[in-house]
């Protein structure tokens, strides 16, 4: 043990000499005007700068206006505490006469501040009303959140060709120009669901059904996170808003209600079905899927994940990210090319899916390897208690690099 | 001078203080000389008296100050729940007469009002349903997959009604006999609220006939889906 006193004497050196240290200072100036700069970058998916839908847009607006409003004060009232705390410093000198009010003085200070805050009032309130407007609403979806992904439910909606509700997760796709209601709940912990280019954030609080609107001006990928503290793998709950041309959304859905096709017998494909309904079938929900019996398969996640959900993956390959939006399911180049496409072909080659050549298989490998080594999660078999021996997140399942190249063949008909 | 320039007056916090510090040094005085499970025991015994009190007053506020009768009433009302559990959901009677035990104290519900997943009315014999965020009644509303989801119902008409959701039917094991499995609201009279939480584990293509919500003894079914 160190010698509490001894300590404490080298601390209080140390506090007076850290001020007086001009590297030190030096270098935390560097540190701290790199801070500053990191706003600067231009490749910032979720920059609140920049909206790319009309909500995010009068989101913007506002903030346009209240930012150098707040500016300005701020500049004003520290340049003049700091005049003050120069000049008037303690040198010694007398202290100068007291006097207590000068109506002149406290009516201006009160009546300024008063004007200011009810501009920016305003101003706050008609933006708090139209993000709040649900009337015109074109289309709804569900949005549920769990730790540490989300799950989309699209209610049939004839208007849009949904004829079956239609499930996925992870990507939220949605046609351009249409004012999307999302009604967002929880199946655990509160969530937050917040899209930056699109909208604020709003809460998704288990029990309650909380309205957020978005709607994209242009076709593409625009990039979101969980805003709420949800425990392990907040920071790994992520998510996208996929926005389609209106033509290429009744794609998408019609692609989304095909019925299930069973790989046909003989290939890998097929082998790697076995090993699913063996292994995964507990937890995963794949549509239409049918045991040799001609029994429908009806997953149990309720019985092994705490929330009570795992990821449908009727049609895995449709979506191009994983695990809560965390890993690509595209490797790098094929990645960029959809992702960076212009606005005229994105939905083309977003309605492409991933194909075994683009697939990102390490990534998706690693996953069924040890998905908790990738992603922390509570998936240790031993310490589930608090759950009643439920998981939260999806377990090592340790399978086989056979099995898994089975696997890997049969998720790649699921589109 | 100070007085007049304070925020507040001081003696506020400073009584309340004062009085906290009593309250906490006469306790410390009692609790320091019994000895620690004489006063573990002590200190149980106030506690529950303090709290059945408190219950009594809340529950029956005519039994407030007469702690006697009081006792002799709480003995009687845990005798009953303990026998007949009118909050279990096996004894939940759905039909549209009252039921004797499950519509006892209907009116005490306290009841979640806002953001719940669908409001259902019955108005002029008919049922629909309602959505926050979207302006027309409907017919059909989805339900997430094991989930806690609220539904409030909500009587427009002037005779009583209960909300009732069908959720399939299960055979059971031993006999063979086939169970319908349901839930449903108490009696509600007219301007009357009814909340149902229900949680539905499996989705709709697992089921024969799927799930849905009806009215007794009014027109109209919901249906719900559970993709
Ligand atoms: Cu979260």
Not at chain 2, 34 to 57: D, R
Not at chain 2, 152 to 176: C, Q
Not at chain 2, 179 to 195: P, S
């Given at each position: 043990m160190t010698n509490p006193t001894d300590n404490t004497a080298g601390k209080k050196q140390d506090m007076k000499s850290t001020p007086r240290n001009p590297r030190r200072a030096l270098a935390g100036m560097v540190a701290g005007s790199g801070l500053l700069l990191t706003g600067c970058a231009t490749n910032a998916p979720q920059d609140i700068f920049q909206p790319k839908g009309p909500n995010a847009h009068d989101i913007n607006q506002l903030q346009k206006l209240v930012f150098p409003i707040?500016?300005?004060?701020?500049?004003?009232?520290?340049?003049?505490?700091?005049?003050?705390?120069?000049?008037?410093?303690?040198?010694?000198?007398?202290?100068?006469?007291?006097?207590?009010?000068?109506?002149?003085?406290?009516?201006?200070?009160?009546?300024?501040?008063?004007?200011?805050?009810?501009?920016?009032?305003?101003?706050?309130?008609?933006?708090?009303?139209?993000?709040?407007?649900t009337q015109d609403t074109e289309m709804v979806i569900n949005v549920t959140g769990q730790q540490w992904w989300w799950e989309y439910d699209y209610p049939v909606q004839e208007d849009f060709g949904i004829n079956q509700p239609i499930i996925t997760s992870g990507q939220l796709v949605m046609p351009v120009g249409t004012k999307v209601l999302l009604r967002e709940t929880s199946r655990d912990v509160i969530h937050s669901y917040w899209i930056p280019a699109l909208n604020g954030k709003k809460d998704a609080v288990p029990g309650r059904i909380n309205l957020l609107r978005l709607e994209a001006d242009k076709p593409g990928i625009y990039a979101g996170q969980c805003t709420e503290f949800c425990g392990l793998s907040h920071a790994n709950m992520r998510m996208e808003a996929v926005a389609l041309s209106k033509e290429d959304f009744a794609k998408w859905v019609a692609n989304q209600q095909k019925p299930y096709a069973a790989p046909a017998a003989g290939t890998l494909a097929a082998e790697g079905e076995q090993v699913f309904l063996n292994q995964c079938v507990r937890c995963h929900q794949v549509n239409g899927q049918k045991r040799a019996d001609g029994t429908a398969v009806i997953a149990a996640p309720d019985e092994n994940v705490y929330s009570g959900a795992a990821p449908n993956l009727s049609h895995l390959m449709t979506r191009n990210t994983f695990a809560g939006a965390m890993f690509d399911l595209l490797r790098p180049a094929c990645r960029k090319d959809v992702w960076s496409a212009k606005p005229e072909e994105f939905g083309a080659k977003y309605l492409a899916g991933v194909s075994e050549d683009c697939l990102n298989a390490t990534d998706l490998r690693a996953w069924l390897r040890n998905a908790p080594a990738v992603k922390p999660m509570y998936a240790d078999p031993t310490k589930l208690g608090p759950t009643d021996g439920k998981y939260r997140g999806m377990p090592a399942l340790g399978l086989s690099e056979t099995d898994i190249d089975k696997l890997v063949a049969y998720l790649l008909t699921l589109k | 001078m100070v007085r007049?320039?304070?925020?507040?007056?001081?003696?506020?916090?400073?009584?309340?203080?004062?009085?906290?510090?009593?309250?906490?040094?006469?306790?410390?005085?009692?609790?320091?000389?019994?000895?620690?499970?004489?006063?573990?025991?002590?200190?149980?015994?106030?506690?529950?008296?303090?709290?059945?009190?408190?219950?009594?007053?809340?529950?029956?506020?005519?039994?407030?100050?007469?702690?006697?009768?009081?006792?002799?009433?709480?003995?009687?009302?845990?005798?009953?729940?303990?026998?007949?559990?009118?909050?279990?959901?096996?004894?939940?009677?759905?039909?549209?007469?009252?039921?004797?035990?499950?519509?006892?104290?209907?009116?005490?519900?306290?009841?979640?009002?806002?953001?719940?997943?669908?409001?259902?009315?019955?108005?002029?014999?008919?049922?629909?349903?309602?959505?926050?965020?979207?302006?027309?009644?409907?017919?059909?509303?989805?339900?997430?997959?094991?989930?806690?989801?609220?539904?409030?119902?909500?009587?427009?008409?002037?005779?009583?009604?209960?909300?009732?959701?069908?959720?399939?039917?299960?055979?059971?094991?031993?006999?063979?006999?086939?169970?319908?499995?349901?839930?449903?609201?108490?009696?509600?009279?007219?301007?009357?609220?009814?909340?149902?939480?229900?949680?539905?584990?499996?989705?709709?293509?697992?089921?024969?006939?799927?799930?849905?919500?009806?009215?007794?003894?009014?027109?109209?079914?919901?249906?719900?889906?559970?993709?």
């Open positions: 707040a500016g300005i004060v701020g500049v004003i009232v520290l340049a003049l505490a700091t005049y003050i705390f120069l000049k008037f410093r303690d040198r010694g000198q007398a202290i100068p006469s007291q006097a207590h009010g000068r109506p002149i003085v406290e009516i201006t200070l009160t009546v300024v501040p008063a004007l200011i805050l009810s501009v920016v009032g305003v101003f706050t309130f008609r933006t708090i009303f139209d993000l709040a407007e | 007049t320039r304070s925020v507040g007056p001081l003696e506020y916090p400073a009584a309340s203080a004062v009085a906290l510090g009593a309250v906490a040094y006469l306790f410390s005085r009692v609790m320091l000389n019994v000895s620690k499970s004489a006063g573990a025991a002590l200190f149980i015994v106030i506690a529950s008296v303090v709290v059945s009190v408190a219950f009594l007053a809340a529950y029956r506020p005519s039994f407030r100050g007469r702690p006697l009768v009081a006792v002799l009433a709480l003995r009687a009302q845990l005798a009953k729940y303990s026998k007949e559990d009118p909050y279990s959901i096996t004894h939940r009677e759905c039909g549209p007469e009252e039921s004797e035990h499950y519509d006892h104290h209907a009116g005490n519900a306290v009841n979640l009002r806002a953001n719940v997943l669908a409001t259902v009315f019955v108005k002029d014999g008919k049922a629909y349903a309602e959505l926050i965020g979207i302006k027309k009644p409907v017919n059909s509303i989805t339900i997430a997959r094991s989930n806690d989801v609220n539904i409030l119902f909500r009587n427009l008409d002037e005779k009583e009604h209960r909300m009732v959701i069908h959720l399939g039917e299960k055979a059971v094991a031993e006999t063979g006999v086939v169970e319908k499995l349901e839930n449903c609201t108490q009696l509600a009279g007219k301007n009357q609220e009814q909340l149902l939480t229900v949680n539905i584990k499996k989705p709709t293509i697992a089921m024969k006939d799927g799930y849905k919500i009806e009215v007794p003894g009014a027109e109209g079914e919901i249906e719900v889906i559970v993709p």
